[in-house]
């Protein structure tokens, strides 16, 4: 079984194309041309073992808000398809994961209903780079509701910006990664209802 997504998404603000392997080894090669973001799909790709490749063209003379929102819809739905009919994944798991003072906490059910909780700390920088800090929800909102999951998000304490969206990204691949795993004692869809 071959779990591969492939999503292209051309609008008149973007173009984006997406692949990503599932059951990969986190090879990566990402180019949006907002370099903290490729950062985040970076670690996303690495510490998720997907196999994934970005390359997004978009209206960086206005700013970075429809590069990153395209970018994180296509990644959604690329995502979703990989997972296919979800027969014998595990579905439910959570991770958390530190990066120096900040910690992060994210729990995911791949349940084809899109819902985001997401807490992190207030008064954050407001940019890293040429990254508006307030996009990281945003990102997420986006790819739950392409990838259509329940993602919960929280990051009890941190100081450092870069730190805060960095955890967020890593324990997300973390939890991606373990829900999306083939079960070897699931054998069908793991719900009640028999579709996910």
């Known amino acids: 079984m071959t779990r591969v997504g492939r999503v292209s998404?051309?609008?008149k603000e973007t173009s984006v194309a997406v692949e990503i392997g599932l059951d990969g080894t986190g090879q990566v090669d990402v180019s949006t041309g907002v370099g903290f973001?490729?950062?985040?799909?970076?670690?996303?790709?690495?510490?998720?073992?997907?196999?994934?490749?970005?390359?997004?063209?978009?209206?960086?003379?206005?700013?970075?808000?429809?590069?990153i929102e395209d970018t994180a819809l296509a990644l959604?739905?690329?995502?979703?398809?990989?997972?296919?009919?979800?027969?014998?994944?595990?579905?439910?798991?959570?991770?958390?994961?530190?990066?120096?003072?900040?910690?992060?906490?994210v729990t995911v059910d791949l349940s084809g209903r899109p819902y985001l909780v997401h807490r992190e700390p207030e008064r954050m920088a407001p940019m890293i780079g040429s990254y508006?800090?307030?996009?990281?929800r945003h990102i997420l909102e986006s790819f739950v509701a392409q990838a259509q999951?329940?993602?919960?998000?929280?990051?009890?304490?941190g100081r450092n910006a870069h730190h805060i969206v960095?955890?967020?990204f890593k324990a997300l691949a973390r939890a991606l990664r373990?829900?999306?795993?083939?079960?070897?004692?699931?054998?069908?869809?793991?719900?009640?209802?028999?579709?996910?």
Not at 95 to 100: G, M
Not at 132 to 136: F, G, K, R, V, Y
Not at 149 to 157: G, N, S
Not at 178 to 196: C, M, N, V, W, Y
């Open 9 to 11: 998404r051309t609008t």
């Open 76 to 105: 959604g739905a690329a995502f979703r398809q990989a997972l296919g009919d979800k027969r014998g994944i595990v579905r439910f798991a959570d991770a958390s994961v530190p990066l120096d003072e900040a910690l992060a906490q």
């Open 166 to 168: 960095e955890c967020q």
């Open 132 to 136: 508006d800090t307030t996009m990281t």
């Open 37 to 67: 973001f490729d950062h985040m799909l970076d670690q996303l790709g690495r510490h998720g073992l997907f196999d994934l490749s970005v390359k997004t063209e978009g209206d960086l003379h206005i700013d970075s808000h429809h590069t």
């Open 178 to 196: 373990r829900a999306s795993e083939i079960d070897p004692r699931q054998t069908g869809i793991p719900s009640t209802k028999g579709a996910l």
């Open 149 to 157: 999951i329940a993602l919960h998000v929280h990051v009890p304490y």
